[in-house]
């Protein structure tokens, strides 16, 4: 199975700062990556889609970038809603993989 | 609108079988592909498998054993089926929508359902 890290595992910036959260994939994926949100008690919800195509709705202080087998999700301009877990995850091969997940608590 | 909805019991006892529907309202069953995906409390997510109403049909190689997904077109619902549950089977469980089955992403999710497993 591919493995799929991410880092930090937590964070707790203010509203207003820029947040970067990277995931590594154990082995190549191209970019058939994912990004999720998930607020407590809620279902995940796609934020980006193939690395760095951004859902339609998703405010635009989210993006994602690739760089071989490394993946950003940046937040730039934290708001008080984002508070929340990212998760990253990989559709290039079966079984689809999740990583951990990395949980954004705003001070 | 498109909207999902898991159904099913809510307690297991361990060595039973886990059954859980997903419906879909808003939309066809035979346009989409159709996924479980499972967490456990207090960890991440874990993808169960995939179903396409024409018979493609994928299934975690540790639940392969165990798990079964099938749809009633009729109904407009798939299933999930996991045999022999365990404490390790209690989760919250999502039915989710994605275009394809590889490459592709999940963009509509049900609500979930939590599933304990318990003597």
């Known amino acids: 199975d591919i493995q799929m890290t991410q880092s930090p595992l937590s964070l707790s910036p203010s509203v207003g700062d820029r947040v970067t959260i990277t995931c590594r994939a154990s082995q190549n994926i191209k970019t058939y990556l994912n990004w999720y949100q998930q607020s407590p008690g809620q279902a995940p919800k796609l934020l980006v889609s193939s690395a760095s195509r951004l859902e339609i709705g998703v405010p635009s202080r989210f993006s994602g970038t690739a760089s071989g087998t490394d993946f950003t999700l940046t937040i730039t301009s934290l708001q008080p809603e984002d508070s929340a877990t990212y998760y990253c995850?990989?559709?290039?091969?079966?079984?689809?993989?999740f990583g951990p997940g990395t949980k954004v608590e705003i001070k | 609108q498109v909207h999902l909805q898991e159904s099913g019991p809510g307690l297991l006892k361990p060595s039973e079988t886990l059954s859980l529907t997903c419906t879909i309202s808003?939309?066809?069953?035979?346009?989409?592909?159709w996924t479980w995906v499972r967490q456990s409390p207090g960890k991440g997510l874990e993808w169960i498998g995939y179903?396409?109403?024409?018979?493609?049909?994928k299934i975690h190689p540790s639940l392969k054993s165990r798990a079964t997904i099938s749809v009633d077109m009729s109904n407009n619902q798939f299933s999930l089926r996991l045999n022999s549950v365990t404490a390790a089977d209690t989760a919250v469980y999502y039915c989710?929508?994605?275009?394809?089955?590889?490459?592709?992403?999940?963009?509509?999710w049900g609500r979930g359902t939590l599933v304990t497993v318990s003597s």
């Open positions: 989710a929508r994605s275009y394809s089955g590889t490459y592709s992403y999940f963009d509509l």
């Open positions: 995850q990989q559709s290039y091969t079966f079984p689809f993989t």
């Open positions: 808003g939309g066809s069953i035979d346009t989409n592909y």
């Open positions: 179903i396409y109403y024409a018979g493609d049909m």
